[in-house]
């Protein structure tokens, strides 16, 4: 079945080190996106990627960094500069044509210790 | 001119009542509205769409109201069941740029 897998589903991070968080979708989308839900609180765009060796910033982008080497994989990286990464992370894919919706995999928790 | 306003943050319904979610925008090059539903720990999934060359759009107890003057549309829930229970997102998006701008979201409970 063709979605988008983000692994860990739980990670947990201490004061000062980076994580990095996967993302992989196998559905052929050309544009990826990051994004960044608190406990009720709506979705804010971390950074997205309409192509590969591409990415911009979005709302949010401080003390996080991405890569797109290939089109399938999105990973974003949590720095020791985000002074505030506890929150659920969503990753999401839409493709380049037809349908603008998106698909989105089943989140990441992230906790500091 | 990209945000979307969605309302209200929360919303109780008694089950088998109506829950009636509003989004408005104000760029009116949007083209595409979709709305997600998103349960506690997961991801949110596309629920119903819609595009402004109609008023209306429905699928099965989901409705999508589109009023292109007013810049507004929203989201009927029939029948509502506790199964309902969910955080809901309205968001639009135009032709010449994929990325979709998300309301704030709406916390629906459905009380049996």
């Known amino acids: 079945d063709g979605g988008i897998t983000q692994s860990p589903k739980y990670l947990f991070r201490k004061e000062g080190q980076n994580v990095t968080l996967s993302c992989e979708q196998n559905?052929?989308?050309?544009?990826m996106y990051w994004y960044r839900q608190d406990p009720g609180q709506g979705l804010r765009l971390i950074y997205y990627s309409q192509i590969v060796n591409d990415f911009q910033k979005g709302d949010i982008a401080e003390g996080y960094s991405v890569s797109r080497e290939k089109k399938e994989s999105f990973p974003l990286t949590v720095t020791s500069a985000q002074k505030n990464p506890t929150a659920f992370y969503l990753c999401?894919?839409?493709?380049?044509?037809?349908?603008?919706?998106?698909?989105f995999g089943s989140g990441t928790r992230l906790t500091v210790v | 001119q990209q945000q979307v306003k969605q309302s209200p943050q929360s919303l109780i319904v008694q089950k088998g009542g109506i829950s009636i979610i509003n989004c408005a925008y104000e760029?009116?090059?949007?083209?595409?509205f979709p709305w997600y539903q998103q349960f506690p720990g997961k991801g949110p999934a596309l629920l119903i769409a819609i595009r402004p060359d109609v008023s209306e759009k429905k699928e099965g107890r989901f409705t999508i109201s589109f009023n292109k003057s007013a810049k507004q549309f929203s989201l009927h829930i029939m029948d509502s069941q506790p199964g309902d229970s969910a955080t809901y997102f309205c968001a639009a998006s135009r032709r010449s740029a994929r990325q979709l701008t998300f309301g704030s979201g709406t916390q629906l409970t459905v009380l049996p």
């Open positions: 760029n009116t090059a949007f083209d595409y």
């Open positions: 559905l052929n989308h050309d544009a």
């Open positions: 999401a894919s839409s493709p380049d044509r037809g349908n603008y919706g998106y698909t």
